[in-house]
């Protein structure tokens, strides 16, 4: 098993330890995140629990993730076509090249 790397970090005003085979740098970044959207949502209406911004949270955090998986759906589909259209035109170019 990989070496884990454990850390503790505040998220929402709260500790946490973390336990990670990924760098501390990286723990840290997800660990910032999570604690900025958390606050952005606290902000957005300072009248919720800790318990309800976690839920808010969570959900803003999926639709992002479906947002940004869609994307890349539709960014590969686009790689696809452009490598048919070059691969086309690399056969034309050897096509006239052969005249």
């Given at each position: 098993?990989?070496?884990?790397?454990?850390?503790?970090?505040?998220?929402?005003?709260?500790?946490?330890?973390?336990?990670?085979?990924?760098?501390?740098?990286y723990m840290l970044s997800v660990a910032d995140l999570v604690d900025k959207k958390m606050q952005q949502v606290k902000c957005a209406d300072p009248t919720l629990g800790t318990a309800n911004v976690a839920v808010l949270t969570a959900v803003n955090l999926a639709d992002d993730l479906i947002r940004m998986k869609k994307n890349e759906q539709a960014l590969s589909k686009n790689i696809l076509t452009y490598t048919e259209k070059i691969r086309a035109l690399e056969s034309e170019i050897e096509r006239l090249k052969r005249r």
């Open positions: 098993m990989p070496d884990r790397n454990k850390l503790v970090v505040k998220i929402g005003g709260g500790e946490y330890t973390l336990s990670s085979s990924e760098s501390r740098e």
